[in-house]
């Protein structure tokens, strides 16, 4: 047994799901890619992505949703696999075979995606019309009863074709807003007929759903359906948490295996899988659920349970029976066998930034701020599976200990380079470290930078902390490649930016003091942030923020910026917008706006406008100087994601 195993023995004990047998209670859980074909053919990196999840130790793989309808209306992502014909056999068996080389039970699952769906259409189908609050959506029809009881024959059929396929058990997705989930909300569902009116009829499209299935495919075969246990739609009269659990087990009483319970939808109110909320909130749910279900009947539950502290308490107290993983799993897909192998430290920690979602949402490919290589597992170049060492050994100078430097020195370490990180502060992270110091889960960037941190000196890298590399002594290290990733600072390109009553972000993210009215010069998320840390820790003080923008932080995740904004707005932060400062005096900010000069008293101005930190780059070099480059903001400014893939690229290329 395995180090990691004995720490977390529940979690890595057998678990069955019928009468199906798991080697642990680790079940990866369904996303979409965006990297199959706009038919619903299923693509090369699709495979060598489920390969490399079912690889990475989970005792189940589910497979992204499978849409069943030849119209496309169940489709709500432009490289969704589909499963509505016996053509697209042969390419989802190519999973399900990938997945069993590693001893992993392979899970399909089937997705009409309902009122978010129909990507190719200028519609969508649901239960009723109702308008939708997500703007990128099209306008619903109505589904007649006829089309409700076709509906309910694609799913029973592509179950058949999930055995036919060679997956071991089949999953229906009826959570976040898909269909199944318009059924049963009383949001989206003003029906009067059979299908709608009292949360017995909300149930029965899915119930018929899951009964045909399970009469199709046999007693033995594990059927799993996703769930809401909350909707999260209070404010627009949605189903309540006991609607659901009523609604729920008429469900799983058709013929259910295993529940795996959720919270809310993609147009609920309040944040569900985002860093403010914290880790382990949701699983009351899964106890309510454990608490009232059959024993036979196990429940799974993903959402913000990243650490496997989490799930062994609950699975130890009989609160839960599999820990599902989702996002944490797409940074890392190794993290089950890192895991058992008690090295936590190794893993590639999920910041739930949420830029895979952002992308699908977007019709592009899933990528990961923290993992370059998603989607490229099968390419040796991205080292997923890990670098090949250099054929020659290099000695690397690096300025800048923040995430793009950190990230290139791990990759030229692991190469075998001899690698020296510099850094000029007593503390690495650079733009990360100061973040960490901001409110509601913002202490989570500290999980990336000690991951980078570990990895490099794993594989002998170096890191130097509280010397500041010049431009001349850069040319002195003696080092083959020197390259600067220094970051971002400040904005002064202000008059009166050297005033005693300016202060910089990072300083007043790393505790500098301010007074009870604040002027905050800048436009992205860098400023919403700083005006967020100043009203959390002083919710008397009266802040501004001003800036050029139509709209303040428009760098900032969708999946973010709207909470956000509602924090500032119930904070009482007043926005500037469309306004340049012109000059920072004793007593305040004097700006333009509106052809106006206007002007804000304040005790305290932060700079909160990043710009490249160039001071020291070195911008050209003479034959006798190492080859120089520079990476990360210290080139412009842009987002985290940019600084991690500026570093992979450039620890790729050494």
């Known amino acids: 047994m395995r180090p990691g195993e004995k720490k977390y023995p529940h979690v890595f004990s057998p678990g069955k799901l019928g009468k199906m047998e798991v080697k642990n209670r680790i079940k990866y859980a369904s996303t979409e890619t965006n990297f199959n074909y706009g038919d619903g053919w299923v693509a090369d990196k699709e495979v060598a992505y489920m390969e490399a999840q079912a690889r990475g130790g989970a005792g189940m793989v589910t497979t992204q949703g499978a849409y069943t309808d030849p119209k496309g209306e169940g489709q709500g992502y432009v490289g969704m696999m589909g499963i509505w014909k016996d ?68 799913h029973i059929d592509a179950a058949l074709r999930t055995v036919e396929a060679g997956f071991d058990a089949v999953e229906i997705s009826g959570i976040v807003g898909y269909l199944l989930s318009n059924f049963l909300s009383s949001y989206t569902n003003l029906r009067t007929d059979d299908f709608g009116g009292t949360p017995e009829k909300r149930a029965e499209f899915p ?46 009483d058709a013929g259910c295996d295993c529940l795996s319970v959720t919270a809310g939808w993609q147009e609920s109110p309040v944040s569900v899988i985002s860093r403010d909320v914290e880790m382990g909130h949701w699983l009351y749910i899964a106890e309510q659920y454990k608490k009232a279900l059959p024993e036979h009947i196990t429940v799974a539950m993903a959402y913000r349970l990243f650490l496997p502290e989490f799930p062994e308490a609950a699975i130890a107290a009989g609160n839960l029976d599999f820990w599902e993983l989702c996002r944490s799993m797409i940074a890392d897909p190794f993290l089950p066998t890192k895991i058992a192998e008690d090295r936590q430290e190794d893993i590639i920690p999920c910041m739930a930034c949420n830029q895979c979602l952002a992308r699908l949402f977007r019709d592009a490919e899933l990528t990961c701020m923290v993992r370059p290589s998603l989607g490229h597992e099968r390419e040796p170049e991205y080292g997923f599976y890990g670098f090949p060492k250099a054929e020659k050994k290099k000695k690397i100078a690096i300025v800048g200990a923040g995430i793009a430097g950190l990230q290139t020195a791990a990759i030229a370490a692991e190469k075998g380079h001899d690698v020296t990180v510099y850094e000029a502060h007593d503390k690495v992270g650079g733009q990360f470290e100061a973040a960490s110091h901001g409110p509601w889960g913002d202490k989570e960037f500290m999980r990336l930078v000690n991951y980078l941190k570990t990895r490099t000196e794993k594989n002998g890298g170096k890191i130097v902390t509280g010397k500041k590399i010049t431009k001349e002594a850069a040319k002195d290290l003696g ?33 500098a003091d301010f007074g009870k009215k604040v002027a905050i010069v800048g436009n992205t998320g860098v400023a919403i942030s700083t005006a967020l840390f100043v009203v959390d820790k002083d919710p008397e003080a009266r802040v501004h923020i001003i800036g050029p923008g139509k709209k303040f932080g428009l760098d900032v995740n969708p999946s973010y910026i709207w909470r956000f904004r509602k924090k500032l707005k119930e904070a009482g932060v007043e926005q500037h917008t469309l306004s340049k400062v012109k000059e920072i005096t004793a007593s305040g900010v004097t700006f333009e706006a509106g052809g106006e000069e206007k002007s804000v008293e304040c005790d305290t101005v932060i700079l909160a406008n990043p710009v490249a930190n160039q001071d020291e780059v070195v911008q050209a070099k003479t034959k006798e100087d190492p080859d120089f480059y520079t990476i990360g903001d210290a080139v412009w400014v842009r987002r985290g994601n940019s600084a991690i893939l500026d570093g992979y690229r450039m620890g790729m290329s050494l």
Do not use: W
């Open 479 to 511: 080092a083959d490649k020197v390259i600067f990733a220094t970051g971002a600072k400040p904005d002064t390109d202000i008059p009166g930016a050297d005033g005693a009553n300016v202060v910089g972000y990072p300083d007043i993210l790393r505790g």
């Open 207 to 252: 119930r018929r759903t899951v009964a045909g299935i399970r009469k199709a495919v046999g007693d033995d075969y594990p059927i799993i359906i996703r769930l809401c246990g909350d909707e999260l739609l209070f404010d627009r009269g949605g189903s309540t948490p006991e609607e659901s659990m009523t609604m729920n087990k008429i469900i799983l």
């Open 87 to 154: 053509d697209f056999i042969p390419g989802l068996k190519r999973i399900s075979d990938a997945i069993h080389k590693y001893d992993s039970k392979a899970v399909l699952q089937l997705m009409h995606c309902g009122r978010v769906g129909g990507i190719n259409l200028d519609y969508t189908a649901g239960p009723s019309v109702v308008p939708q609050k997500l703007p990128r959506f099209r306008e619903p029809i109505e589904m007649t009863v006829e089309m409700i009881e076709e509906c309910v024959q694609q």
